[in-house]
């Protein structure tokens, strides 16, 4: 018989069970480091392999945050207008003031999430969260991004939200389980002496996000009451005109929707808030207000039949002038407003009990 | 699929797996098949190429001698055909833009860059194969292979298809009508090889290339004579790490298929002349060089002169095969001037030996040895500089090296990468002073366990970014 080509004679020598045993070591020590507050906190959030910048950035202020009360009462999710136009510390006060309890709340707007974007984040954060009321801020733009269009598709290829999502990947496992991985590529970026973006101190902010998750703006926008000038291209007119001349609201996104208010049974409350916006983002929908009731029906339609409050604020019209970013974005005025009218009105129905939220 | 890839790494795991189970015989169809997968997974046309280059060559070399006379028409045919397919391919990058606007001429339009004719992989490296195969068994040096696969394997076989080794078949072809076998001894060897390999690369090669300072190069005039100096040398040790990396990983890889692949590199910036510089830089390709260009002008111009030192036997043939080196390394002023540097450097240094008899650099007091170290370094990194960029920014960069009146060193930063340029010449070092590259095997096994910990755990972080680049010599 001819020899084969492997003839290996013996069992793995000392040098394999040396270098087994002491990556084995220095992975350990490498991640209890990687874990530690004093690691962490000179950085900025690992970005759990998204490109959306602000994901991993909430996840990780969302973990400090729980770190330092010891636990998160509420969260809020949805779009940028969440993002910008929820300030949890008015919405604490407004709560206290009607129930007389603190509360501990944290923003999970993220720039350009979509009903689909939010329903994945909704059941990843009620997963490892538990937050006893959920509040998801809509508008009309949830229902018309379909998931394959890039900013949905940005959260939702995120190895980490996919792999939370049962889709298995190395790589989502491999966030989901170790810090030292999520911070791989910062300390890549380190060892190369590149600090912005790494280090909290050498990294631009034009926004900072608050502790919170809030993401305040002073800038005030005139305009938001009138109709855009004919020929204007820049990008909010274009992108708004691109989703709204031909509104549709699209199955998979108001699948997302149920898939979020179906967690109402789970011990989570849910409360879908519509967010204000500006009188002149009417202009843009082909069949103006009507396009926009139809957005208010259907949602509305789809909450009562999970028996989840769906809150208007269009009616209410309590946004002054001067409370405005731009046609969809509430500025830090604005945001405080809306956050402390939410806060009294969850505060006000959960002591009606028409919500089902145990106490603080 | 580039070598250092997590799918590299499962293709060839999964390559082993059969290729263990198998006799020789179907060892070789298999490494063959997948020698084309790894192949045609970059482009089908660059299989398409390599099969046509294979099966010409292979016929051209069964009728090359007949009754033991080498046919030399034949020979030459098969040179021709060889070279202009290396032409044609390098050279479409210069004629299709004339081609696109000769047909535009003519009404025929074509989409601007429509005509794009990509260079096959590892096309420079197979040519060379190729032309020393049909030489060698011109001269009667080496039996025509009979055996298709064999021969198809020698030029496609996948770990040396992208940049080499350019092996010789006289060496390479009965490798592979012998049994092989891996042992403790091999496997360890062939771990050594890739770890030193991937140090080599992603560490040092990948570090040092992503710590250039974006317009360095492209603007020289920015900057002084010793912050430009420093940076070339950082760019000489990218180079040569790349290079070394990519030849110990793919000979590492090959061990474990128990086909010994050739070293290219001795530790070259520790050559104390040119000659030995050539003899420890891309050994294989100046190897070729000296056999098939070098040693045949040399030969025909000793036959014509009376004596084997004339000045024409000293100048002409290093010139020439540099020239030509310079011209396989790609078809530009610049490279050409690279290539007449080195000939002129050779050139040079054999001057004396008119009137005198050399002394081997191992022979000379240490204090010469360490001059000649530092000249041949000084004068390697300054041609580097047409080796790397355009003629105009070459000319541009030579000249503000000149210039001397600022010698301010700014950029602090750039002492930041010291550290992984002290680790290339600890490697180089180690290697060099026991004249062994297998030196860390006979190290503790605790030691190496150390090394190969550290070496992992920094790859694991310097891989995080994106921050990999491309093999250089891939792209001749």
């Not at chain 1, 636990?71 to 510390?89: A, K, N, Q, Y």
């Not at chain 1, 998931?147 to 989502?172: H, I």
């Not at chain 2, 397919?85 to 479409?92: D, I, K, N, P, S």
């Not at chain 2, 095969?321 to 078809?331: K, N």
């Amino acid at each position: 018989m001819k020899p084969a080509t492997l003839q290996i004679r013996t069992a793995p020598g000392k040098t394999v069970w040396f270098t087994v045993l002491l990556f084995i070591l220095l992975i350990a020590v490498a991640e209890w480091v990687a874990r530690s507050e004093p690691f962490q906190v000179p950085l900025t959030p690992p970005r759990m392999g998204s490109r959306h910048y602000q994901l991993g950035h909430k996840l990780a202020l969302l973990d400090r945050l729980i770190r330092k009360t010891g636990r998160i009462d509420c969260i809020m999710l949805g779009s940028s207008m969440v993002d910008t136009g929820f300030d949890p510390e008015a919405f604490q006060t407004g709560y206290k003031k009607m129930t007389g309890q603190d509360i501990h709340c944290f923003n999970f707007g993220i720039d350009a999430s979509s009903a689909t974007s939010t329903a994945a984040l909704v059941r990843i954060i009620v997963e490892d969260y538990h937050p006893r009321l959920l509040i998801i801020g809509t508008d009309p733009r949830d229902y018309a991004v379909a998931r394959e269009d890039r900013d949905p598709a940005v959260v939702l290829k995120t190895p980490w939200v996919a792999y939370r999502l049962g889709d298995f990947s190395l790589d989502g496992w491999l966030l989901d389980h170790s810090y030292l991985y999520r911070y791989r590529q910062h300390l890549d970026r380190l060892a190369r002496f590149q600090f912005g973006g790494t280090l909290w101190s050498k990294t631009k902010v034009d926004n900072e996000i608050l502790p919170n998750g809030f993401t305040p703006h002073s800038k005030i926008s005139t305009y938001i009451n009138d109709p855009p000038h004919p020929g204007d291209d820049s990008f909010e007119v274009t992108y708004y005109t691109r989703i709204y001349s031909s509104y549709q609201m699209l199955h998979e996104n108001l699948d997302s929707l149920e898939s979020i208010l179906d967690f109402n049974e789970s011990g989570t409350q849910i409360i879908v808030v519509e967010m204000p916006v500006a009188d002149g983002l009417y202009y843009f929908f082909g069949n103006r207000e009507s396009d926009y009731n139809r957005f208010l029906t259907r949602v509305g339609e789809l909450a009562s039949i999970y028996q989840v409050p769906f809150w208007q604020t269009e009616p209410l019209d309590f946004i002054p002038d001067n409370g405005w970013l731009d046609y969809s974005h509430l500025n830090r005025t604005g945001a405080e407003i809306f956050s402390t009218w939410l806060g009294q009105h969850v505060g006000t129905a959960e002591y009606q009990g028409n919500i089902k939220t145990s106490q603080p | 699929m580039t070598i250092t890839s997590l799918n590299y790494f499962i293709f060839t795991v999964l390559a082993l797996a059969v290729y263990y189970s198998l006799p020789r015989r179907p060892q070789n169809v298999w490494l063959l098949f997948v020698s084309y997968v790894f192949i045609v997974s970059w482009d089908w046309t660059f299989a398409a190429v390599l099969g046509m280059v294979t099966s010409i060559n292979f016929l051209l070399a069964l009728r090359l001698r007949i009754n033991d006379q080498g046919q030399s028409g034949l020979l030459w045919l098969g040179i021709g055909f060889n070279v202009l397919t290396l032409v044609f391919f390098r050279a479409a990058g210069f004629f299709l833009p004339e081609l696109e606007a000769a047909l535009a001429s003519l009404g025929l339009s074509t989409q601007a860059g429509g005509l794009q004719i990509l260079v096959p992989l590892g096309l420079s490296y197979y040519t060379l194969q190729t032309i020393s195969y049909l030489v060698d068994v011109y001269r009667g040096q080496l039996k025509a292979e009979s055996d298709f696969v064999n021969f198809a394997l020698y030029l496609a076989y996948f770990p040396k298809l992208l940049a080499g080794p350019i092996e010789r078949a006289r060496a390479f072809l009965p490798k592979l009508s012998q049994p092989r076998i891996v042992d403790n001894g091999l496997i360890a060897q062939s771990v050594m090889l890739i770890f030193v390999g991937l140090v080599r690369k992603l560490i040092i090669a990948d570090y040092l290339t992503t710590s250039f300072l974006p317009d360095v190069f492209e603007i020289p005039a920015k900057y002084t004579p010793p912050e430009l100096v420093f940076w070339l040398v950082i760019y000489a040790f990218a180079l040569y790490n790349d290079f070394a990396g990519y030849t110990d990983i793919v000979r590492g890889i090959s061990g474990f298929f128990g086909i010994d692949l050739s070293p290219n590199f001795r530790v070259p910036y520790f050559s104390r002349n040119f000659t030995e510089f050539w003899k420890r830089w891309h050994i294989t390709l100046s190897e070729w060089l000296r056999d098939y260009i070098y040693y045949p002008i040399s030969r025909a111009l000793s036959r014509s002169s009376s004596s084997y030192r004339s000045l024409a036997n000293l100048v002409v043939p290093p010139l020439i095969t540099m020239l030509v080196s310079g011209m396989w390394h790609g078809f530009s002023l610049n490279m050409i001037l690279w290539g007449g540097l080195h000939g002129l450097y050779l050139t040079v240094e054999r001057i004396p030996a008119l009137w005198r008899p050399i002394v081997l650099p191992q022979h000379q007091p240490l204090w010469r040895q360490c001059l000649g170290i530092i000249i041949v370094f000084s004068l390697v990194i300054l041609a580097w500089v047409p080796f790397r960029w355009e003629l105009p920014a070459a000319l541009q960069l030579w000249e503000a090296l000149l210039n001397w009146s600022d010698v301010a060193i700014r950029y602090r930063r750039m002492f930041l990468v010291l550290p992984l340029l002290l680790g290339s010449l600890v490697l180089d070092f180690i290697q060099y002073r026991s004249e062994d590259e297998f030196i860390f095997l006979k190290w503790s096994p605790l030691t190496k366990a150390a090394c190969m910990v550290i070496v992992l755990f920094c790859i694991f972080i310097l891989t995080a970014g994106n921050f990999e680049q491309p093999f250089i010599y891939q792209t001749f």
